[in-house]
């Protein structure tokens, strides 16, 4: 149960919960919060989930499948969320999902700003040396994105998926040989398609060496 014990009426509210593991505990915490709040006549409501959960699910893969996300976005627009704020969204267009208003934050400038001080250009040749991989085709405008802001070329890590949470990697997309490749994804769930990236990138690629950095 919820029991707020300060005052809210009128007030600027922020709910802070992130709906990783466990899920569903947390969702409907998050849900019974913000119930909690417009019952208590808080003047707006802000739902801060920096993951948000069933981001994957965002459309029917095939037959019969449910659009979770959708269904979550709606349960917290009728608790009573007036605004949601996340970050890194598994796909862009869950923004939509949303009838009120959503802030949609990137983990990319904490990553340029990390690697650009670990390989300064005053020391380091971006271009030549350097390339930032997406661990997927689904990933390349995210990756994309960040290496023109670390003014490094990309690659791609084209892989087949046989089953859930089983990744297989087929083919490396760009010249990665004798350079430094930056993985760059946003959630990572069992590792394994980075891990099998890193591993074809050295072994079959002949990259020098593989950073991985993901948001979640």
């Known amino acids: 149960s919820i029991s707020v014990y300060e005052p809210v009426r009128?007030?600027?509210i922020f709910i802070v919960q992130s709906t990783c593991n466990?899920?569903?505990?947390?969702?409907?915490?998050?849900?019974?919060m913000i119930a909690a709040m417009r019952r208590a006549s808080a003047g707006r409501i802000t739902a801060v989930i920096p993951y948000f959960g069933y981001a994957r699910q965002?459309?029917?893969a095939k037959s019969r499948d449910p659009i979770s996300a959708k269904l979550?976005?709606?349960?917290?627009?009728?608790?009573g969320a007036d605004r949601v704020l996340t970050m890194d969204l598994h796909a862009n267009?869950?923004?939509?999902?949303?009838?009120i208003p959503?802030?949609?934050?990137?983990g990319a400038p904490s990553f340029v700003e990390y690697y650009m001080n670990k390989f300064p250009e005053e020391t380091c040749?971006?271009?030549?040396?350097?390339?930032?991989?997406?661990?997927?085709?689904?990933s390349v405008g995210r990756a994309r994105n960040f290496a023109s802001k670390v003014h490094m070329n990309l690659a791609i890590v084209d892989k087949r998926r046989p089953k859930a949470n089983v990744s297989e990697v087929m083919n490396i997309i760009g010249d990665v040989k004798g350079k430094t490749c930056i993985l760059y994804?946003?959630?990572?769930?069992?590792?394994?398609?980075?891990?099998?990236?890193?591993?074809?990138?050295?072994?079959?690629?002949?990259?020098?060496?593989?950073?991985?950095?993901?948001?979640?």
């Open 22 to 32: 466990h899920v569903n505990d947390n969702l409907m915490e998050l849900l019974i």
């Open 58 to 60: 965002d459309r029917k």
């Open 102 to 106: 959503l802030d949609h934050l990137l």
């Open 185 to 216: 994804d946003d959630m990572v769930d069992t590792a394994g398609s980075l891990c099998n990236a890193a591993r074809a990138l050295v072994e079959k690629g002949g990259a020098k060496e593989v950073y991985a950095c993901a948001t979640h």
């Open 93 to 99: 267009q869950i923004q939509g999902f949303f009838d």
């Open 10 to 12: 009128g007030k600027d």
């Open 72 to 79: 979550v976005a709606n349960l917290i627009t009728t608790a």
């Open 125 to 138: 040749n971006h271009e030549d040396d350097f390339v930032v991989v997406s661990p997927d085709v689904g």
